[in-house]
Every structure is written in C-alpha cells, then in structure tokens.
T-cell receptor, first 115, second 116 residues
C-alpha cells in the first residue's frame, strides 16, 4: 500500500513569489494535515482538511492557504514568500480525522528554499 | 492548550542496549493521544507507537514500548536492543480536542545516537 506522497521534493523560489505544494494521502484516508518544520522552530501545525473542508488552522498568516480536492489530495499555497518561509513542509493523512486521537502518517516532505 | 516537553536534547546508547527517551505533557482534556515519531536525516516522520489516555496497558510495538504514567503526565519511549539504524531524531507528540482539535503538538525532539 502506498504511503503519503508529496511533490515536489525540493522547491526553490525567490522572495515575493508564490509556492504550491501537493500531497496525496494514503488510500482511504480523508483527513490531510500540513506542518512546517523550520530550523530552530520545531514542527508547527499549519492546516487540517477533512472531507474537503478546513477544520483547523495554526498560527500562520493568511498568505498560507490550501484546499482539499474531491479525491482527498491537498494543495498548500504560500503567497508573497518571505525568507523565513524556508522550511521542510510535511503533509500527513489519517483515517478518521474527527475521532480523537487518530494516528497521522507523514509523507517525505517538500523542502522549500526562499532566496 | 497542550504542550510537550522533551528535556533530553541528545542521548547516546551502545548497540544492543536499551534506552529511554523522556516525554512529559500538559493538557486539560480528558481524551487525548500520545505519539512517538522517528525522523531520520532524510526528513520523513515515521510513526512508531501510540498511547490513548484511556488505555490501561502500556503500548508496545516490537522493540518500542511506551511507559505511560498518567498521574505524572509522562509518556517515555523505551527502545530495547538498540540498532545502528535507530540513530535519528525522536519526537513526542500529543493530540487532543478543543481548540487543538486534530492537530499534533510536538516536543523539541531528542537526537539519539547509537554507537557500535
């Protein structure tokens, strides 16, 4: 069974540009989560999508946004990129979503570099 | 609000020995889950083990066991018979409800180095 997949593996952008990161969950999983892992800041929760709806959002500015498609894959968009957006972006998926607790399985990540 | 504290920035262990990685947590919710993940240098987060707040037995998964002490709010990971491939960063995380609904809150992590 395929795990969570993310694309691209690496992404290099310049300040002010937009970045789009993609994630495909494990088959059968309906919830997708996004996390940012920046140097020195640890893992920070960004967004949670379940059944196409945004269910929770972390403490990030509105230029971080996303969506979930009918096939449960997800996209994270970061507008007006800033140097401090350079980080590893991890996507995770889970089976039950609204059941607490629920194990999240992570993808390999997209490493975003902003120059 | 929920919080995870991992007080050991780095740990060293000899191959084939056991090691305990510490984790304490704070939450006001009655229902929550505690998770341990391993992150090798490649960056991927690998799920290791999970403990529910209502589970009476400590969780075990192969060489991994979770020493859950609810009254002390601790959820330590025990790795038995360490292997060289266990060298990685280990994160403890908590998931509960309320405003933290759905999200995992991670600790700062512990770097484990296994010596031959």
């Amino acid at each position: 069974e395929a795990g969570v997949t993310q694309s691209p593996t690496h992404l290099i952008k310049t300040r002010g540009q937009q970045a789009t990161l993609r994630c495909s969950p494990i088959s059968g999983h309906t919830s997708v989560y996004w996390y940012q892992q920046a140097l020195g800041l640890g893992l920070q929760f960004l967004l949670w999508y379940d059944e196409g709806e945004e269910r929770n959002r972390g403490n990030f500015p509105p230029r971080f946004s996303g969506r979930q498609f009918p096939n449960y894959s997800s996209e994270l968009n970061v507008n007006a990129l800033e140097l401090e957006d350079s980080a590893l972006y991890l996507c995770a998926s889970s089976l039950f979503g609204r059941q607490i607790p629920d194990t999240q399985y992570f993808g390999p990540g997209t490493r975003l570099t902003v120059l | 609000a929920q919080k995870i504290t991992q007080t050991q920035p780095g740990m060293f262990v000899q191959e084939k020995e056991a090691v305990t990685l510490d984790c304490t947590y704070d939450t006001s919710d009655q229902s929550y889950g505690l998770f341990w993940y391993k992150q090798p240098s490649s960056g991927e987060m690998i799920f290791l083990i999970y403990q529910g707040s209502y589970d009476e037995q400590n969780a075990t998964e192969g060489r991994y066991s979770l020493n859950f002490q609810k009254a002390r709010k601790s959820a330590n990971l025990v790795i038995s018979a360490s292997q060289l491939g266990d060298s990685a960063m280990y994160f403890c995380a908590i998931q509960s409800g309320g405003t933290s609904y759905g999200k995992l809150t991670f600790g700062q992590g512990t770097i484990l180095t296994v010596h031959p």
